[in-house]
């Protein structure tokens, strides 16, 4: 079993033009993940000099090649909750925009040429008790009478068992727009694009000091390669290790870095898999600890979940790739001991309101805070924050959104166990 991500081993990696490190550049993108991909893209063909900076040695290898593959739309959080909470004309606008997110990966895939396995085939969010059938139905209705989304369905216990075979689940909630692809390949096509039309990226370049230059938006970047300048910046770095605290302290004060952990199996065959997970769909259960699992093209199931609130590392890995097969063969026992071929985690950017966050702060710009529902938005946001950039306040779906500090959050999150026995406590309960 691979200690490493199935997307990121099964992909081209992808080659950076070799370049000197610039001394100025209109626009520089701190993070080579989908943000910064994606952003460096839309600004290069607007014809701005861009150079994406990325600490570690090949780009989309934290969190945009280390998910779980799903392109879901639909809140990470009850749209009902957040109804409450801001009103129903801002909800739904931060609903359509994961619609849009999911769009706009759909059209970059057309648009690009990019050999990824997408597909648009929605996503299961599943019941794994019968008092939850009430909540996914309460959630159908809202969304259908608030004039949210259309193309959501309740599917009864035989209709989920006729396509998931499965004793495990009650029924589910059923969203249309929701679609996959291979990760991996995904960002060495964003990436090959990027570069393409100009952007420069350059890996192993970590940003060790950020600093701004007058009242603009112009700043000095300090790397570990050199010095660049630039008019612009956008920070796209999620919940990145790299870098001081001085320059990042005031993200990471309102960022938590919360692991999630994935395995996947050994090729199944073609019907096998197909009689496991007939419609193909992304699949998620509904709980705080909660599983999401998917086949990939070439039949392995990838199966994942919060399995220890801890930070990813060989030994954390390794102990979450136990738990997640317990869970695998709770939820599929006809799987027997089927051999495991990868195991891996990846860091979460959770906020409290578990809410994307973008805008500018002291002339830098950002867009992060995904939670665990980024590999759409995180590529539409990289667009969006192009467009603001360029002049467009409007183009940014989270604007004029407050972003305080977590309570006590000053360095490594400390708090993780007991953010744990918290969740699997209010799972027990529920």
Request: glycine content about 10%; overall charge positive.
């Amino acid at each position: 079993m691979k200690l490493d991500s199935y997307w990121t081993d099964s992909a081209p990696a992808f080659l950076a033009a070799p370049q000197e490190l610039p001394a100025q550049v209109d626009v520089a993108i701190v993070g080579g993940g989908f943000t910064g991909l994606s952003a460096a893209l839309a600004m290069a063909r607007r014809g701005a000099r861009v150079a994406v900076l990325e600490a570690g040695p090949r780009v989309a290898a934290e969190a945009s090649g280390r998910n779980g593959g799903h392109v879901n739309n639909g809140l990470a959080v009850d749209y009902a909750d957040v109804a409450a909470k801001v009103g129903v004309e801002r909800a739904r606008g931060w609903y359509n925009a994961y619609d849009d997110a999911v769009d706009t990966v759909a059209r970059l895939v057309r648009d690009e040429a990019i050999d990824c396995d997408f597909m648009r085939h929605g996503k299961l969010k599943l019941a794994t008790r019968a008092n939850q059938m009430a909540a996914l139905e309460r959630s159908v209705q809202r969304l259908i009478d608030d004039g949210v989304d259309n193309d959501v369905e309740i599917l009864d216990a035989p209709r989920v068992r006729a396509e998931v075979q499965s004793e495990r689940f009650h029924g589910g909630l059923l969203y249309k727009r929701s679609a996959q692809m291979h990760m991996g390949r995904f960002a060495h096509g964003l990436a090959v694009a990027a570069q393409r039309n100009g952007a420069a990226i350059h890996t192993d370049t970590e940003v060790r000091r950020i600093e701004r230059l007058g009242q603009g938006h112009a700043h000095r970047l300090h790397t570990a390669r050199g010095v660049v300048t630039a008019q612009q910046v956008l920070l796209a770095t999620g919940a990145t290790r790299h870098g001081g605290y001085g320059s990042f302290g005031w993200l990471r004060r309102r960022i938590v870095p919360i692991g999630s952990f994935i395995v996947v199996t050994e090729p199944l065959g073609a019907e096998r898999a197909q009689a496991l997970l007939a419609a193909r769909r992304t699949y998620t259960t509904i709980a705080n600890i909660h599983h999401y699992f998917r086949l990939t093209a070439d039949h392995r199931l990838v199966f994942g979940g919060r399995a220890r609130f801890a930070i990813s590392s060989p030994q954390s890995d390794a102990a979450s790739g136990d738990i997640l097969r317990a869970g695998l063969a709770e939820t599929f026992p006809q799987l027997g001991a089927v051999r495991l071929d990868y195991c891996w985690g990846g860091l979460v950017d959770m906020t409290q309101d578990r809410l994307p966050h973008a805008g500018e702060r002291n002339g830098l710009y950002y867009a992060m805070g995904y939670s665990g529902h980024g590999t759409q938005m995180s590529v539409h946001m990289g667009e969006r924050m192009a467009a603001v950039m360029n002049g467009d306040a409007s183009a940014n779906p989270w604007r004029g959104r407050d972003w305080p500090a977590i309570p006590g959050h000053f360095g490594p999150p400390w708090f993780l166990p007991a953010v744990g026995f918290y969740y699997r406590l209010k799972d027990r309960l529920a």
